[in-house]
Protein backbone atom coordinates (compact mmCIF):
# COMPACT_ATOMS: atom_id res chain seq x y z
CA UNK A 1 0.00 0.00 0.00
CA UNK A 2 1.00 3.52 -1.00
CA UNK A 3 1.40 6.03 2.05
CA UNK A 4 -1.14 8.31 -0.09
CA UNK A 5 -3.93 6.04 0.08
CA UNK A 6 -3.12 5.24 3.58
CA UNK A 7 -3.51 9.19 4.31
CA UNK A 8 -6.29 9.66 2.49
CA UNK A 9 -8.50 7.40 4.27
CA UNK A 10 -6.89 7.57 8.02
CA UNK A 11 -6.13 11.20 8.22
CA UNK A 12 -9.43 12.61 9.55
CA UNK A 13 -9.18 10.02 12.62
CA UNK A 14 -5.98 12.42 14.13
CA UNK A 15 -4.57 9.61 15.97
CA UNK A 16 -5.67 6.56 15.45
CA UNK A 17 -4.92 2.42 17.14
CA UNK A 18 -3.24 -0.22 14.39
CA UNK A 19 -6.31 -1.97 15.42
CA UNK A 20 -8.51 0.74 13.30
CA UNK A 21 -5.92 0.27 9.93
CA UNK A 22 -6.73 -3.31 9.88
CA UNK A 23 -10.13 -3.22 10.24
CA UNK A 24 -10.03 -1.18 6.97
CA UNK A 25 -7.51 -3.56 5.22
CA UNK A 26 -7.17 -7.23 6.98
CA UNK A 27 -4.07 -7.62 5.32
CA UNK A 28 -2.22 -4.41 6.30
CA UNK A 29 1.60 -4.77 6.54
CA UNK A 30 2.66 -2.93 10.38
CA UNK A 31 5.99 -2.75 9.16
CA UNK A 32 4.78 0.30 6.45
CA UNK A 33 4.24 2.30 10.11
CA UNK A 34 7.78 1.84 10.58
CA UNK A 35 9.08 2.67 7.64
CA UNK A 36 6.81 6.17 7.62
CA UNK A 37 7.49 6.91 11.11
CA UNK A 38 11.28 6.92 10.08
CA UNK A 39 10.34 9.09 6.59
CA UNK A 40 8.76 11.59 9.18
CA UNK A 41 5.37 10.60 7.16
CA UNK A 42 3.84 9.34 10.84
CA UNK A 43 4.58 10.00 14.61
CA UNK A 44 4.61 6.80 16.67
CA UNK A 45 2.44 8.42 19.64
CA UNK A 46 3.13 4.76 21.93
CA UNK A 47 2.82 1.53 21.18
CA UNK A 48 0.03 0.94 18.08
CA UNK A 49 -0.95 4.71 18.66
CA UNK A 50 0.15 6.90 15.54
CA UNK A 51 -0.48 10.60 14.18
CA UNK A 52 -0.01 12.69 11.46
CA UNK A 53 2.74 15.35 11.95
CA UNK A 54 0.65 17.65 10.35
CA UNK A 55 -1.54 17.72 14.00
CA UNK A 56 1.33 19.31 15.60
CA UNK A 57 0.22 22.49 14.22
CA UNK A 58 -3.71 21.92 15.41
CA UNK A 59 -4.50 23.91 18.20
CA UNK A 60 -5.55 22.04 21.68
CA UNK A 61 -4.70 18.69 19.75
CA UNK A 62 -1.90 17.77 22.59
CA UNK A 63 -4.23 17.34 25.04
CA UNK A 64 -7.25 15.62 22.64
CA UNK A 65 -4.44 12.79 22.29
CA UNK A 66 -4.49 12.17 26.28
CA UNK A 67 -7.58 10.53 26.35
CA UNK A 68 -6.83 8.80 23.02
CA UNK A 69 -3.73 7.11 24.07
CA UNK A 70 -4.87 5.73 27.76
CA UNK A 71 -8.42 4.93 27.62
CA UNK A 72 -10.63 5.49 29.85
CA UNK A 73 -9.25 9.00 31.46
CA UNK A 74 -9.85 12.50 31.26
CA UNK A 75 -8.03 15.77 31.84
CA UNK A 76 -7.48 17.06 35.34
CA UNK A 77 -5.46 18.15 38.31
CA UNK A 78 -2.49 20.57 37.27
CA UNK A 79 -3.38 20.40 33.79
CA UNK A 80 -6.92 20.82 33.78
CA UNK A 81 -6.68 23.65 36.62
CA UNK A 82 -4.11 25.47 34.44
CA UNK A 83 -6.83 25.37 31.44
CA UNK A 84 -8.94 27.28 33.23
CA UNK A 85 -6.84 29.32 35.22
CA UNK A 86 -7.05 28.24 38.51
CA UNK A 87 -3.42 28.15 39.33
CA UNK A 88 -1.27 30.52 37.42
CA UNK A 89 1.73 28.46 36.31
CA UNK A 90 2.02 27.44 32.65
CA UNK A 91 1.58 23.05 32.79
CA UNK A 92 4.20 21.37 30.76
CA UNK A 93 2.81 17.88 31.11
CA UNK A 94 -0.72 16.91 30.66
CA UNK A 95 -2.38 15.68 33.60
CA UNK A 96 -5.18 13.39 33.76
CA UNK A 97 -6.75 10.89 36.18
CA UNK A 98 -7.66 7.17 34.65
CA UNK A 99 -9.19 3.50 36.31
CA UNK A 100 -6.13 2.09 35.04
CA UNK A 101 -2.73 1.97 36.27
CA UNK A 102 -0.82 4.80 37.51
CA UNK A 103 1.73 5.57 33.64
CA UNK A 104 3.86 7.86 31.79
CA UNK A 105 4.09 8.63 28.45
CA UNK A 106 6.12 11.24 25.77
CA UNK A 107 6.05 11.82 22.27
CA UNK A 108 6.27 14.10 19.70
CA UNK A 109 2.77 15.98 21.08
CA UNK A 110 3.99 15.88 24.33
CA UNK A 111 4.29 14.39 27.95
CA UNK A 112 1.44 12.37 29.33
CA UNK A 113 1.22 11.40 33.09
CA UNK A 114 -1.86 9.72 34.15
CA UNK A 115 -2.78 8.77 38.38
CA UNK A 116 -5.02 5.85 38.60
CA UNK A 117 -8.28 6.68 40.79
CA UNK A 118 -11.29 4.12 41.73
CA UNK A 119 -13.56 3.67 39.69
CA UNK A 120 -15.90 4.82 41.69
CA UNK A 121 -14.43 8.17 41.66
CA UNK A 122 -14.15 8.57 37.58
CA UNK A 123 -17.08 10.92 37.47
CA UNK A 124 -17.22 14.81 36.74
CA UNK A 125 -16.05 15.35 33.53
CA UNK A 126 -17.69 16.72 30.23
CA UNK A 127 -16.26 17.48 26.73
CA UNK A 128 -14.73 20.24 25.68
CA UNK A 129 -14.66 21.12 22.11
CA UNK A 130 -11.78 21.58 19.85
CA UNK A 131 -11.39 24.07 16.91
CA UNK A 132 -11.98 21.30 14.67
CA UNK A 133 -14.98 20.18 16.60
CA UNK A 134 -13.56 16.78 18.51
CA UNK A 135 -14.44 16.56 21.77
CA UNK A 136 -11.82 16.49 24.98
CA UNK A 137 -12.99 15.23 28.38
CA UNK A 138 -11.52 17.65 30.57
CA UNK A 139 -12.03 17.39 34.68
CA UNK A 140 -14.98 20.52 35.37
CA UNK A 141 -12.92 22.89 37.35
CA UNK A 142 -14.85 21.26 41.09
CA UNK A 143 -13.59 18.04 40.00
CA UNK A 144 -9.97 19.04 39.39
CA UNK A 145 -9.33 20.54 42.94
CA UNK A 146 -10.42 17.55 44.60
CA UNK A 147 -8.68 15.23 42.80
CA UNK A 148 -5.90 17.23 43.09
CA UNK A 149 -6.31 16.98 46.88
CA UNK A 150 -7.27 13.65 46.69
CA UNK A 151 -4.32 12.61 44.86
CA UNK A 152 -1.48 14.78 46.77
CA UNK A 153 -2.82 14.60 50.00
CA UNK A 154 -0.29 16.38 50.95
CA UNK A 155 -1.74 19.27 50.47
CA UNK A 156 -3.23 19.90 53.96
CA UNK A 157 -2.13 22.77 55.87
CA UNK A 158 -3.31 26.14 55.43
CA UNK A 159 -0.17 27.37 53.95
CA UNK A 160 0.17 24.03 51.61
CA UNK A 161 -3.15 25.32 50.21
CA UNK A 162 -1.84 29.26 50.21
CA UNK A 163 0.80 28.00 48.29
CA UNK A 164 -1.49 26.61 45.44
CA UNK A 165 -2.22 30.41 44.25
CA UNK A 166 -5.98 29.66 43.74
CA UNK A 167 -7.24 32.30 41.56
CA UNK A 168 -9.21 34.47 44.33
CA UNK A 169 -11.27 35.84 41.77
CA UNK A 170 -12.55 32.44 40.28
CA UNK A 171 -12.94 31.19 44.05
CA UNK A 172 -14.89 33.86 45.28
CA UNK A 173 -17.10 34.29 42.00
CA UNK A 174 -17.04 31.34 39.80
CA UNK A 175 -16.63 28.15 42.18
CA UNK A 176 -20.02 26.14 42.26
CA UNK A 177 -20.00 25.28 46.00
CA UNK A 178 -22.75 23.13 45.48
CA UNK A 179 -21.21 20.82 42.73
CA UNK A 180 -18.34 20.64 45.01
CA UNK A 181 -20.14 19.87 47.87
CA UNK A 182 -22.21 16.80 45.31
CA UNK A 183 -18.92 15.87 44.35
CA UNK A 184 -16.96 15.79 47.88
CA UNK A 185 -20.09 13.67 49.39
CA UNK A 186 -19.71 10.71 46.58
CA UNK A 187 -15.60 10.50 47.32
CA UNK A 188 -16.89 9.16 51.15
CA UNK A 189 -13.46 10.20 52.72
CA UNK A 190 -12.80 12.34 55.87
CA UNK A 191 -9.61 13.70 55.03
CA UNK A 192 -10.41 14.79 52.24
CA UNK A 193 -13.12 16.76 53.45
CA UNK A 194 -10.94 18.51 56.20
CA UNK A 195 -8.30 19.59 53.85
CA UNK A 196 -11.95 20.89 51.81
CA UNK A 197 -12.69 22.86 54.95
CA UNK A 198 -9.65 24.24 55.03
CA UNK A 199 -9.29 25.19 51.39
CA UNK A 200 -12.61 26.87 52.09
CA UNK A 201 -11.26 28.87 54.89
CA UNK A 202 -8.30 30.10 53.43
CA UNK A 203 -9.56 31.36 50.24
CA UNK A 204 -13.08 32.72 52.31
CA UNK A 205 -15.30 30.99 50.94
Not at 6 to 28: K, P
Request: proline share 3%; glycine share 4%; aromatic share 18%.
Amino acid sequence: MDFLTFRNRMYHLGCFHINQVLIWEHGFDRNNLTRWCAKGLLLKLKNEYYAFPEYKQVSDFARYVANKIYSPSYISIHSALSFYGIIPEEVFSITSVTTLKTNKFANDFGTYTYQTIKRDLFFGYEPKIMSDGRAMLFATPEKAILDLLYLHPFYNTEQDLLDLRFDDYFMQEDLNRLRLQNYLARFKNKSLENRVKTMLKVYDI
